[in-house]
């Protein structure tokens, strides 16, 4: 059993709602809508929401993982690897951690510059973020939280505006339902994963968690929020774009905020992608401090010091990614990576685990009978 985190340090179990939620709604949800349809067509609502299912299904692993090992990832990975192999695989955790928050960072920054400042540079606003990053976690994990929960709260305002598009909606575009071969539906809930991905950093703050064994339903609530929200937004989009739009539009969510006219603002999409900075920021900085945590427990490194590095490979991948196609093949790397690790590793934990404590237990019983 690892040492417990000091009372002051913990956060109330409901907080997990906005975690899970928070970490899933980001700079995804901008244009998901795009990779779903190549796959699934029309029914790509239903793609997404087999994907939230398998989320919820995955959440309910993570618990059982958490609770046998009454600790967080490093200590599943010691559990069941040893110390070398399981800090070798955490130190790979670390990395993907990295590589998150270094796609919503890279990915909002493009529409920034696609939308409002073309002529922007990438380092610029790469490296203001690194320091904003750098304040927002060194304040701690309670700090960290305080912003998701911002994140959640603040973007809902804008929520009903993208029900507006209804307006022009042709419903009979979905119908008849399921044309799609179960394969083609697998295929399309494959390619929402990185859109679902974040919430697999329960594994690390787990255990600053008050109650954490009764916090698994807000998980879940938060992951239902998030499954409900994408569903409606496929719905939306499907009533409002044909298929061969979808096919082309990059960022079919925020291209539905050029629907709403206000008499005093023409590019009602500027607000959207102004307000949506607080969807991703709390993304990137739960990531990171994730990547500096692990490197923390796993190593016994100052987290600060950690995050420094963390940053800076950050900063560093981002300006590495000058166009847009550099910044697809990322981000489809990094999807296709959480992918495996969230949907494909962690039941094969919950697998490895199982047979590690029975061995242990058969051990420890023949040892007692001797």
């Given at each position: 059993m690892d040492k417990p985190i000091k009372e002051q340090y913990l956060v109330s179990g409901f907080l997990t709602f906005f975690l899970i939620h928070g970490m899933q709604v980001g700079v995804g949800v901008l244009g998901f809508q795009r990779t779903v349809v190549k796959s699934a067509g029309y029914d790509g609502w239903i793609s997404v929401l087999i994907a939230g299912a398998v989320v919820h299904l995955i959440i309910a692993c993570m618990y059982?993982?958490?609770?046998?090992?009454?600790?967080?990832?490093?200590?599943?990975?010691?559990?069941?690897?040893?110390?070398?192999?399981?800090?070798?695989?955490?130190?790979?955790?670390?990395?993907?951690?990295?590589?998150?928050?270094?796609?919503?960072?890279?990915?909002?920054?493009?529409?920034?510059?696609?939308?409002?400042?073309?002529?922007?540079?990438?380092?610029?606003?790469?490296?203001?973020?690194?320091?904003?990053?750098?304040?927002?976690?060194?304040?701690?994990?309670?700090?960290?939280?305080?912003?998701?929960?911002?994140?959640?709260?603040?973007?809902?305002?804008?929520?009903?505006?993208?029900?507006?598009p209804l307006e022009f909606a042709n419903f009979i575009n979905?119908?008849?339902?399921?044309?799609?071969?179960?394969?083609?539906l697998a295929l399309g809930a494959k390619d929402t994963s990185l859109s679902y991905l974040g919430f697999e950093l329960l594994l690390l703050y787990y255990p600053f968690l008050k109650k954490r064994e009764?916090?698994?339903?807000?998980?879940?609530?938060?992951?239902?929020?998030?499954?409900?929200?994408?569903?409606?937004?496929?719905?939306?989009?499907?009533?409002?774009?044909?298929?061969?739009q979808l096919n082309k539009t990059i960022w079919a969510t925020l291209t539905l905020f050029k629907v709403v006219q206000l008499p005093f603002l023409e590019?009602?999409?500027?607000?959207?992608?102004?307000?949506?900075?607080?969807?991703?920021?709390?993304?990137?900085?739960?990531?990171?401090?994730?990547?500096?945590?692990?490197?923390?427990?796993a190593f016994s490194v100052n987290q600060r010091l950690a995050l420094g590095v963390a940053i800076v490979i950050m900063v560093t991948i981002v300006m590495l990614l000058p166009t847009r196609?550099?910044?697809s093949v990322f981000s489809e790397w990094i999807g296709e990576i959480g992918f495996y690790m969230v949907f494909v590793y962690i039941p094969l934990l919950v697998i490895l685990q199982a047979i590690t404590l029975k061995v242990r237990r058969r051990n420890h019983e023949h040892a007692t009978n001797l």
């Open positions: 059982i993982l958490l609770k046998r090992a009454d600790g967080d990832l490093i200590t599943i990975h010691r559990q069941i690897f040893g110390k070398w192999v399981g800090n070798a695989l955490s130190l790979l955790v670390c990395f993907y951690f990295v590589a998150l928050a270094t796609t919503v960072l890279r990915a909002y920054i493009e529409i920034v510059q696609v939308w409002m400042f073309p002529d922007l540079p990438t380092w610029s606003i790469a490296i203001v973020a690194g320091f904003f990053f750098y304040y927002v976690v060194t304040g701690g994990f309670r700090t960290v939280v305080g912003l998701m929960f911002l994140g959640v709260v603040i973007p809902i305002v804008i929520s009903p505006i993208l029900l507006l979905m119908l008849p339902i399921l044309k799609h071969s179960l394969k083609e009764l916090s698994q339903k807000w998980a879940q609530f938060g992951a239902a929020a998030t499954n409900i929200s994408y569903t409606a937004l496929m719905f939306v989009s499907l009533a409002f774009y044909s298929e061969e590019r009602f999409e500027y607000v959207g992608i102004s307000l949506w900075m607080f969807f991703i920021a709390p993304n990137i900085a739960l990531a990171l401090w994730g990547a500096s945590r692990c490197a923390k427990r196609q550099e910044v």
